[in-house]
């Protein structure tokens, strides 16, 4: 498996490029040719606010768009996993139904979270993966 490292392009073995235009849009570019066709590709994100989950968006359709079939997500924190109920009427219940459903409309092989704070998370979440931070 393959590792685009959203958090550090250093540390990434597929490398990447970064779009920001003015109106706050960001865009994200890999080159074709840095992965052969099969090969699975893991995301790695800190995951910590919108413009996070603006780019896991951005580099799975870009992954999509060049046929990559087997992408999964690894996120130490998930955006959202406190946020787990609906606190006063007229609100929304954030993880529920904001966060999961445009993560499970990525369609992601697994995704992995770091220790969530949260049952709710685990319920929601398509293909969900844990990790104990004991280990």
Same mark, same amino acid.
């Given at each position: ?41 893991q ?8 413009q996070d /989950? ?10 999509? +768009?060049?046929?990559? &079939?087997?992408?999964? *997500? =690894? ?38 979270? /770091? ?10 979440? +398509?293909?969900?993966? &844990?990790?104990?931070? *004991? =280990?």
């Amino acid at each position: 498996m393959r590792v685009i490292n959203l958090t550090d392009l250093e540390k990434s073995e597929i490398k990447y490029k970064i779009s920001k235009f003015p109106d706050g849009q960001q865009n994200i570019t890999i080159d074709k040719n840095q992965f052969e066709f099969g090969t699975p590709i893991q995301i790695k994100s800190r995951l910590n606010n919108f413009q996070d /989950l603006e780019l896991i968006i951005a580099i799975t359709q870009s992954l999509r +768009n060049l046929n990559v &079939k087997q992408i999964c *997500l =690894y996120t130490p924190y998930f955006l959202g996993s406190r946020s787990d109920r609906q606190f006063e009427e007229g609100s929304c219940n954030y993880l529920k139904q904001v966060i999961c459903p445009i993560i499970n409309s990525l369609n992601f092989e697994s995704v992995t979270v /770091l220790d969530p704070h949260s049952d709710v998370l685990e319920a929601c979440l +398509n293909n969900f993966k &844990k990790i104990d931070n *004991l =280990y």
